[in-house]
């Protein structure tokens, strides 16, 4: 919602209709588009109710607006004029689209974010700005400055930082690649949708886990597909669950992200990814593999991808600097077999003829420099202890209300409630108390379970974040 000028001689309602009249001549609000109720529109704007009231008299006499009981009010359909005039009814278009807008939860989560700044943000999944290496990229920033053409560039990413991260992904991650091999994205998500939009088509069937980040993207919905779920217990999928699904549904592919699992933060276990990548090798079938936590790993002894193990190319591996440097950045990368990342290529080209050079560059200068292996260690450091506030918070809070297994890397911690609880009154609850988290359901779980990123607040707000969460949820529960 738009500020409002409490210091100005002009009164608050006047401000309202001069703000309103003035969206609805851009186009914002065309006629027939469906305003704020007056108590909702009250509460966004922090006035009292007949303020809004007053202003919304003032634009029905100016024909404006037009209310009916039970259809709210609207911007007035007809402008009047020699000849009348038809603005093009975007609620269709907007409700039309193929690409589905994202989740109701996830919908609120940001809308509230956006309206309350100081909530205590569980929700954001990524690092906050004190374990971010701000100091170290802006000094590699001064130290570089971009003096050479800032045109085009190479449709599958600057190739200065293909060459680090083929050096990266081996000494880091095991993997043995080329620069020819590697796509780099805007972060894994485009990686993700990329995928779905070119190697698949619709009506195809692939796996996901069970719960899952992929279950709260609705691209692979927006695409067509036709999601089967693999469920994730203490040691991660079990692959003959895979076996039973492609006899099935003939599933054409599997989403796993096997390393400190997004919620639930568990690592696959070793026999079951030897097996895994048998059944992978046996039936020809394609997995995708997300790995952004590995280096997170508290101890700095991050289990090995996938794709370190993977000697026939049955896996396309995606990887981001979002979890472990910065996410504004918005650099990720994807390793492929070079016929897949030519296609992806070619289509990425076509949607934005290729990533902004400077970040690139920034992020080949930072993994090259003698920065990158000490902030590492500093992140671990930091995240444990992030780790050990919450746990600690949540089992003073609610002892006997709450339980979780203790993540070894990541940034979330996975709880489930001990009793039946509405995730919607909890969300709501909670960001009346002043904090925000992500209900499971969001991820495919039942209700009841909720995840906590402790990558994104401060040391100092985890307890206090943690109580008003342990306030909200009694007061639900009565």
Request: charged share 20%.
């Amino acid at each position: 919602m738009w500020p409002l000028d409490r210091g100005s001689k002009k009164p608050l309602f006047e401000q309202i209709v001069d703000e309103i009249e003035r969206r609805i001549s851009y186009g914002e609000f065309p006629p027939g588009s469906l305003l704020p109720s007056e108590r909702k529109l009250a509460e966004q704007l922090g006035v009292n109710r007949s303020t809004v009231v007053l202003a919304y008299a003032e634009l029905r006499a100016l024909g404006m607006i037009e209310s009916q009981t039970g259809s709210g009010t609207r911007v007035t359909k007809h402008k009047w004029g020699i000849t009348p005039k038809h603005t093009p009814n975007w609620h269709r278009y907007v409700e039309g689209g193929s690409f589905l807008p994202n989740l109701p939860f996830l919908r609120r989560i940001r809308e509230a974010l956006q309206k309350n700044k100081a909530l205590i943000d569980f929700a954001s999944g990524e690092l906050g700005a004190d374990l971010s290496p701000v100091k170290e990229i802006n000094t590699l920033m001064d130290e570089n400055h971009y003096t050479e053409y800032l045109g085009y560039d190479n449709p599958q990413g600057f190739v200065p930082l293909r060459q680090a991260l083929v050096a990266y992904l081996e000494h880091y991650r095991g993997i043995q690649t080329t620069e020819s091999s590697i796509l780099i994205t805007s972060g894994s998500q485009q990686s993700l949708y990329l995928i779905t939009q070119c190697l698949l088509a619709p009506g195809d069937a692939v796996a996901i886990e069970d719960p899952s980040y992929c279950y709260s993207l609705p691209m692979f919905q927006s695409a067509g597909l036709r999601l089967f779920r693999l469920p994730v217990d203490d040691k991660g999928v079990r692959p003959e669950e895979i076996r039973s699904l492609y006899k099935k549904h003939r599933i054409k592919m599997v989403f796993l992200n096997p390393n400190y699992q997004n919620p639930t933060g568990t690592v696959l276990d070793p026999e079951r990814r030897v097996e895994l990548l048998h059944i992978a090798s046996e039936l020809g079938l394609p997995i995708v593999e997300d790995d952004p936590f590995s280096l997170t790993d508290y101890h700095g002894t991050p289990p090995q991808p996938l794709k370190s193990a993977d000697s026939i190319g049955s896996i396309l591996y995606i990887g981001s600097f979002s979890k472990i440097a910065a996410s504004g950045l918005r650099v990720g990368w994807m390793v492929a077999p070079h016929s897949v990342v030519e296609r992806l290529a070619d289509a990425r080209q076509q949607m934005d003829f290729g990533l902004s050079v400077v970040p690139q560059k920034v992020a080949a200068q930072f993994l090259n420099s003698f920065y990158f292996r000490p902030h590492l260690d500093r992140l671990r450091m930091d995240l444990l202890y992030k780790r050990d506030l919450l746990i600690e918070a949540l089992q003073k809070e609610l002892p006997d209300l709450v339980s979780f297994s203790v993540p070894q890397g990541g940034l979330h911690l996975w709880c489930k409630i001990g009793t039946e609880v509405n995730d919607h009154k909890l969300l709501e609850e909670a960001i009346r108390n002043g904090m925000i988290y992500v209900p499971g359901s969001v991820y495919g779980s039942d209700s009841g379970y909720v995840r906590f990123t402790f990558a994104r607040p401060k040391a100092a707000d985890i307890p206090l974040g943690v109580s008003k969460f342990a306030a909200a949820l009694r007061t639900v529960l009565g």
